[in-house]
């Protein structure tokens, strides 16, 4: 294993990068970030040449060893691989039957919670994209039946989405689902869900929350107005300060 940090491309404003952020916070493991504009085409673009020589799918988060060149793509791929390379059974256990339940989570994630983004949060802060109302729509129905889901299935059951201690599971759901949250971006009522809320304040006490939830506070509401760029670009701007002085803390 090398002793170079992990390098971690994306930005703080990204979903699955927040998660990737939140695991490695939490497990203390320094790691340096690249910033990357998910979309551009522009040199520290996701759709820039040399980005898509290593991913050809465009997209943040990526992960890079240093030391080996070896190269990682995709959120959940990338949780698993942090807990099997750094031995982390206790947020993504051995037992086949308990990490089966994580992975059905992260399986179900992509085009159930995942919606979250492309439905309430993407349409107000990625006016570029033009995402038709139709899918804002279809996004938010999708949504909404995977909250009744967790609601009445997986966080009914048990305190955590996988079993009553956190998994990756959890950080990779929080990481939609809590940035709808009253504090963050408000677009959503999560009234008709106990469990879920529940477990959203069971996750806000989660080691490493605030660091990586910084760039979501300082944007605020925005379920009124869509949010100035000056906004957007001060919230990344302090959310890269508390990251590199979590980094910082984490070297010394
Ligand atoms: N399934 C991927 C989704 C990653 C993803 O959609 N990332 C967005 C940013 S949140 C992105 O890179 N978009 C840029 C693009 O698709 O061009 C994962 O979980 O890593």
Not at 81 to 91: E, K
Request: overall charge negative; glycine content about 6%; hydrophobic content about 40%.
């Amino acid at each position: 294993m090398s002793s170079q940090p992990l390098l971690l491309y994306g930005v703080p404003f990204s979903q699955p990068v927040r998660a990737v952020m939140w695991l490695m916070l939490f497990k203390d493991t320094p790691f340096e970030m690249v910033l990357i504009n998910p979309g551009s085409k522009g040199d520290n673009g996701s759709r820039n040449p040399a980005y898509l020589a290593k991913n050809p799918a465009g997209t943040i988060p990526m992960i890079e060893d240093p030391a080996s060149g070896y190269v990682l793509a995709e959120a959940h791929a990338i949780l698993a691989y942090l807990c099997n390379r750094h031995g982390w059974h206790d947020v993504y256990p051995e037992n086949p039957e308990h990490r089966g339940r994580v992975d059905w989570y992260l399986n179900y994630h992509h085009r159930n919670v995942r919606d979250a983004s492309v439905g309430l949060v993407a349409p107000k802060i990625r006016k570029d994209l033009n995402i038709p109302q139709a899918t804002q729509d279809a996004a938010r129905a999708t949504l909404t039946n995977a909250l009744k889901a967790l609601d009445t299935g997986w966080l009914e059951r048990s305190r955590f989405l996988a079993g009553d201690a956190l998994t990756i599971a959890d950080f990779a759901a929080y990481a939609e689902i809590g940035q709808l949250r009253p504090g963050f971006t408000n677009v959503y009522d999560f009234e008709p869900f106990p469990n879920v809320q529940r477990w959203l304040n069971d996750m806000q006490g989660v080691k490493a929350h605030d660091e990586v939830h910084v760039v979501l506070a300082e944007l605020g509401d925005i379920s009124v107005e869509p949010p100035e760029m000056e906004t957007i670009k001060n919230a990344n701007k302090r959310a890269l300060g508390t990251l590199k002085a979590s980094l910082a803390a984490l070297a010394t």
